[in-house]
């Protein structure tokens, strides 16, 4: 199933988002074993990202073949863990993680891969910034020291009201490209899950995030 599963969404990404640009799929790997990973990377998947530290640190040595994301919400007594062995960190929601994601990249000597995570639908169960504050975060986070802004993450709320979730998309679209006039390093809009990744690359995700449509339905058993 993984394997088909893999095989449908990468011939339905194939002709890019509405702009033209490639859709990475990042498989979203919370509570899967490395040998669903290795399946679903076998299969073509570039990407996977893990929510949780832990999960991360205890899986991303064990599969080979794609990059290592983290898209979950992260502690910064946490980033010792990731900076220098994560391809791409999707969640720097506040001042105070960039400012420790930057201390920490600057101790080893590396540039870490950041997006800047937007709470678009201003829901208050979400961390990020709120989308009035963007810009103004992106520019004080990419002149930290060690890090690297490709872009931004957001999820839409759960609604049954299509315009609503258009209109938001697009609203994080035109945050994400005002930025990309400003760096040209901006290369990621990271928006859309399972449920509504068709609405967000119809109006300019060019990252997804992927875990049920991928590996089915998760089980938390154990």
Request: hydrophobic share 40%; with cysteine; charged share 30%.
């Amino acid at each position: 199933m993984i394997e088909e599963n893999v095989h449908s969404l990468l011939n339905q990404l194939r002709g890019g988002n509405r702009y033209g640009e490639p859709v990475t799929l990042v498989a979203a790997t919370k509570t899967r074993t490395p040998e669903e990973i290795q399946r679903a990377v076998d299969a073509g998947i570039g990407a996977v990202g893990e929510n949780k530290v832990q999960e991360f640190t205890g899986k991303y040595a064990l599969f080979r073949g794609a990059e290592r994301h983290f898209i979950g919400r992260l502690q910064t007594n946490k980033v010792k863990y990731l900076v220098g062995k994560c391809d791409l960190i999707h969640s720097v929601d506040r001042d105070n993680l960039a400012e420790a994601l930057s201390r920490r990249a600057e101790e080893l000597g590396v540039v870490q891969s950041v997006l800047i995570e937007i709470n678009i639908g201003r829901e208050e169960t979400k961390s990020g910034y709120p989308p009035e504050e963007a810009l103004a975060a992106f520019e004080r986070v990419r002149r930290a020291a060690g890090l690297k802004v490709r872009g931004f993450m957001a999820m839409l709320p759960p609604s049954e009201d299509e315009n609503l979730l258009s209109s938001l998309a697009d609203s994080m679209r035109r945050i994400y490209e005002e930025a990309k006039k400003r760096d040209g390093a901006v290369d990621c809009l990271s928006m859309g899950m399972s449920g509504d990744w068709k609405l967000c690359i119809g109006h300019g995700a060019n990252v997804i995030r992927l875990g049920t449509a991928i590996f089915g339905e998760r089980n938390y058993a154990g």
